[in-house]
């Protein structure tokens, strides 16, 4: 199967890092022009060596999410592609429900949840008018169950992300665009990954991969592969769903 975006455009969140990262290479090498959006301004320098082009937003913030879009849309005359990957713990995986508060709550929520709402809604008049889109959430295994380190807020977040695409996905369906959700695994990508994982035992490392049914942790390239293939002409009948992309977790 030969996935190419020639002549298409995308937009990929939370691209500084990890698995937005490896998002933007793989639409890059498959041929789409490929913008790429972050709060963090290291994005620029990112974005520099990809060969790609960066936006710096608050994505939480609607009036933002919007202007970002605006200004890809003018400046390709399209947007074909929305891959969201702007969120995670947000160095907030470690609290307890005691620890809760309604300011760390709105942080995990709004930077999981709002993030693609706005650019969604934004994104979605821009595709309607060629009666084409792909819009494709990444959401976590954390939003298929409850999450083995406790994660109240992220977990919340990622069960709305859920909620979020089948939702999307009823109301543009009938204008060509399709909405889907990637649902990864562990995958070391990102800060807070990494700590999860090294704070285990090796006792603990050996019962995560021995519930793996292919005993392997999961690349953020493996994440990037999957949302090519929702994006792609071969994924058009499929809307509304969620792969999960985690080593065959048991």
């Not at 695409?165 to 990494?194: E, F, K």
């Amino acid at each position: 199967m030969d996935i190419r975006f020639d002549g298409r455009v995308a937009l990929i969140s939370g691209g500084a890092q990890g698995i937005g990262r490896a998002i933007c290479v793989a639409f890059r090498d498959s041929g789409a022009r490929v913008h790429v959006v972050d709060r963090d301004p290291r994005i620029e320098g990112v974005a520099k060596e990809l060969g790609i082009t960066a936006h710096v937003a608050d994505l939480t913030d609607q009036a933002s999410a919007s202007s970002v879009v605006q200004a890809v849309a003018a400046q390709e005359g399209r947007l074909d592609i929305l891959a969201l990957a702007a969120g995670g713990p947000r160095g907030l995986g470690g609290l307890q429900l005691a620890e809760i508060t309604e300011e760390n709550w709105d942080r995990i929520m709004d930077a999981n949840v709002k993030s693609g709402l706005w650019l969604s809604q934004a994104a979605a008049p821009v595709m309607a008018k060629e009666g084409w889109g792909r819009i494709i959430l990444i959401s976590s295994g954390a939003a298929m169950r409850a999450s083995r380190t406790g994660l109240h807020a992220y977990t919340a977040a990622k069960h709305a992300v859920i909620g979020l695409t089948r939702q999307l996905s009823v109301g543009l369906g009938p204008q060509g665009i399709t909405v889907n959700s990637v649902a990864p695994g562990l995958i070391l990508s990102g800060p807070d990954a990494r700590d999860q994982w090294e704070g285990y035992s090796e006792e603990r490392k050996a019962q995560v991969l021995a519930g793996l049914s292919t005993g392997r942790l999961g690349q953020a390239e493996d994440i990037a592969h999957a949302t090519l293939f929702l994006a792609s002409e071969q994924a058009a009948s499929i809307t509304g769903q969620i792969l999960s992309v985690d080593s065959g977790r048991i």
